[in-house]
Nanobody, 127 residues
Framework: QAQLAESGGGLVQAGDPLRLSCAGS????????MGWFRQAPGKEREFVAA????????AYPDSLKGRFFISRDNAKNTVYLQMDNLKPEDTAVYYC????????????????????WGQGTQVTVSS
């Protein structure tokens, strides 16, 4: 059974960095495009970052460019989200997702295209 498990969330102060991990089990993420999304209370789940299965292409919303960085280690079956200079508005539950991709450069920013989801990890940024 394919599963994704996020880890690394917690309570940090504004300006701190944090790195989230997403480990796949029951399947290999090698041929999957991966993404991170987040959902704050009372808001819709929003796109945070995406990476192609080759790892050569990445995408971010303009509001997060330069602070958030996605990477992957296929040998470890793990995807990471490095978050720098965190702000209180980054407080949310962060989810990783996987989509079987026919293209080594494919990226998916729409949550509807993803096949598998993790349970999420809470990130809280205090001011």
């Amino acid at each position: 059974q394919a599963q994704l498990a996020e880890s690394g969330g917690g309570l940090v102060q504004a300006g701190d960095p944090l790195r989230l991990s997403c480990a796949g089990s029951g399947f290999s993420i090698t041929n999957y495009a991966m993404g991170w999304f987040r959902q704050a209370p009372g808001k819709e789940r929003e796109f945070v970052a995406a990476i192609s299965f080759s790892g050569t292409n990445t995408a971010y919303p303009d509001s997060l460019k330069g602070r958030f960085f996605i990477s992957r280690d296929n040998a470890k079956n793990t995807v990471y989200l490095q978050m720098d200079n965190l702000k209180p508005e980054d407080t949310a539950v962060y989810y990783c997702a996987a989509r079987a991709s026919p293209s080594i450069s494919g990226l998916y920013t729409d949550r509807r295209y993803y096949d598998y989801w993790g349970q999420g990890t809470q990130v809280t940024v205090s001011s």
